[in-house]
């Protein structure tokens, strides 16, 4: 059985985070992405689920980290609903999501449905055109950072997949401490797809990047588990 709430201590960053369950991911083509597997058609089992992790927030962290397997757009009405229900009852701050590039022109419009302050996080995975797109199959093309910066408040990075290199690497961390003040960065977990690991890459970056810890606004995940949800 799935673990979906979890609370986060971290100075300067403690959370709760919710793992929701949602409709199919729209894009859904991601060469490293099994996480869909935890979609459904069954709207009903969607809220019946998502009901009641949302009925476990207490709020006493004041920030809630709200995933699921896909995009933030990909959950039932009714459990939109009850989110912002929980967020009002709750006392909730501020509000963290997650979203496929692709829903990006509604992003300001579910801001200002809210009457907190909410960011978006986008699974960029790498700055790099031709890997993003090419090798991991993202479906997210840009014309420059400052494009990704009108959208997106936070940006989701992978290290260690076999076909990147350190140089990939080394340009996407600088790009995330430079432009954005919240991001993730994890460590790829070979599972059920094809994508392979790349052991050397993954021990260059422990030794090169350990920092990244310090950052109260930087996830740095080891593992797919790291967050304490199972996404």
């Known amino acids: 059985m799935l673990n979906r709430y979890v609370v986060i201590d971290k100075i300067g960053f403690s959370r709760e985070m919710l793992l929701l369950k949602g409709l199919p991911c729209r894009w859904g083509k991601c060469t490293f992405c099994d996480y869909i597997h935890d979609n459904s058609l069954d709207i009903a089992e969607i809220n019946h689920i998502n009901f009641d992790i949302l009925s476990q927030v207490t709020g006493e962290k004041g920030v809630l980290d709200v995933i699921n397997s896909g995009s933030i757009f990909e959950l039932p009405e009714e459990s939109l609903r009850r989110l912002h229900e929980v967020i009002e009852e709750k006392n909730i701050k501020e509000l963290l999501v997650e979203s496929h590039w692709s829903y990006r022109k509604r992003f300001l419009a579910f801001k200002a449905s809210f ?117």
């Open 115 to 231: 009457d907190i302050p909410v960011r978006i996080r986008v699974g960029i995975e790498s700055f790099n055109t031709h890997f993003r797109q090419n090798v991991l199959d993202k479906g997210m093309r840009f014309e420059s950072i400052e494009q990704v910066k009108k959208y997106a408040d936070a940006v989701c990075l992978m290290v260690g997949i076999k076909g990147q290199t350190r140089e990939m690497i080394e340009e996407d961390i600088k790009i995330l401490t430079k432009h954005f003040t919240h991001g993730a960065v994890s460590i790829f977990t070979e599972n059920t797809t094809s994508v392979q690991a790349d052991p050397e890459l993954i021990k260059w970056f422990y030794d090169s990047y350990g920092h990244l810890e310090d950052y109260p606004f930087i996830d740095v995940l080891y593992n797919n588990l790291d967050y304490g949800v199972n996404a």
